[in-house]
């Protein structure tokens, strides 16, 4: 039992640095600006309740609300402005505006926590109130922004620690943050994985023809993909490969450069044939924040080592961190 006990918790609170912190913060800073600035010219259109809207927000809010009426939404924000005299067109803008600011502070690294928690709640209320346009890429993003509103910041790559000379947390608390974030992506891909593999669609090419000439993800003209068709079988079977055995291949040493690289790249080319930049960049940031940060600072990787101080935190298992 001692042994065991030893174990866990070494596996659940491994001493590692702050670094992931930093990829994932700025990563997630990076995603909400270009988040706010796609939905620029029509952030209205989405979200207003009058004034000729592509949907009336009557219809998504109370859909939502027959879910659940406790869901942050644009509504709840519409309505506080009311009392005070505020029109819905000025608390919409108010709201694209303070949810770019909270992505430019995550960035910064400037009032991390407060922007972070500022960041999700926003971005929630946008993603949940124009529900019928929500797929993967939001349920992501949300997932990410609770793991840094809740994270232990800041790091040491941030205005805060800089101006506020904010002590160094625990490396064996950013560890079991870390862990938690590593657990979760392997039961995503897992789960994605063994759900493909059941059927025969990504074994015989079908799914990833279906993928790439489905409007509005066809970006590739039809006749490419029509000649390349003998290689989607390949790319389908890759796909399974990679998403199933990454919760295997993922933590070795020997194999996780190669399965990250290998994912990296699934993502990449995800965004460029498909037209999913987003989606392409979160899955990139959460999984580089989870598994990328020996890779990324491996020049610094002996200055990991050193004893812990304000402006320097221990990466004790950056190679063997599984």
């Known amino acids: 039992m001692k042994i065991s006990r030893k174990w866990l918790e070494d596996f659940l609170f491994p001493a590692v640095s702050d670094r992931w912190l930093a990829i994932l913060r700025v990563g997630l800073g990076v995603q909400?600006?270009?988040?706010?600035?796609?939905?620029?010219?029509?952030?209205?259109n989405l979200f207003a309740l009058t004034g000729g809207g592509w949907i009336n927000r009557d219809l998504t809010e109370a859909i939502l609300t027959s879910n659940s009426r406790f869901v942050p939404r644009i509504g709840w924000l519409v309505t506080v402005g009311s009392q005070i005299g505020l029109s819905e067109r000025v608390i919409l803008t108010i709201t694209w505006t303070s949810l770019l600011l909270a992505g430019c502070f995550l960035i910064a690294g400037f009032f991390c926590r407060t922007a972070a928690i500022a960041a999700w709640f926003l971005y929630v209320c946008a993603a949940k109130s124009g529900n019928l346009f929500v797929y993967g890429v939001d349920h992501f993003t949300i997932a990410g922004l609770f793991y840094?509103?809740?994270a232990?910041?800041?790091?040491r790559y941030t205005l805060d620690r800089k101006i506020?000379?904010?002590?160094?947390?625990d490396p064996e608390l950013h560890g079991?943050?870390?862990?938690?974030?590593?657990?979760?992506?392997?039961v995503i891909y897992f789960s994605g994985g063994i759900s493909k593999c059941l059927g025969s669609g990504w074994w015989?090419?079908?799914?990833m023809w279906r993928s790439l000439t489905r409007p509005p993800f066809n970006v590739i003209p039809g006749d490419v993909i029509l000649a390349a068709y003998p290689a989607l079988q390949v790319l389908g079977i890759a796909v399974l490969?990679?998403?199933?055995?990454?919760?295997?291949?993922?933590?070795?040493?020997?194999?996780?450069?190669?399965?990250?690289?290998?994912?990296?790249?699934m993502h990449i080319g995800i965004g460029l044939t498909m037209g999913l930049y987003l989606f392409a960049s979160i899955m990139i940031t959460l999984n580089l924040a989870a598994f990328g940060p020996e890779f990324i600072f491996r020049d610094r990787g002996s200055a990991d080592r050193k004893p812990?101080?304000?402006?320097?935190?221990?990466?004790?298992?950056?190679?063997?961190?599984a």
């Open 152 to 155: 232990p910041h800041p790091d």
């Open 32 to 44: 909400i600006v270009v988040y706010c600035f796609s939905l620029y010219g029509e952030w209205h």
């Open 308 to 321: 812990e101080t304000p402006d320097n935190s221990p990466d004790q298992a950056a190679l063997s961190d």
């Open 148 to 150: 840094l509103m809740i």
């Open 204 to 207: 015989t090419g079908e799914s």
């Open 241 to 265: 490969v990679l998403e199933t055995g990454y919760s295997i291949f993922i933590w070795p040493p020997r194999t996780r450069l190669v399965w990250l690289i290998g994912i990296i790249a």
């Open 176 to 186: 079991f943050f870390r862990r938690v974030l590593q657990l979760h992506l392997c």
């Open 164 to 169: 506020w000379n904010s002590p160094a947390k």
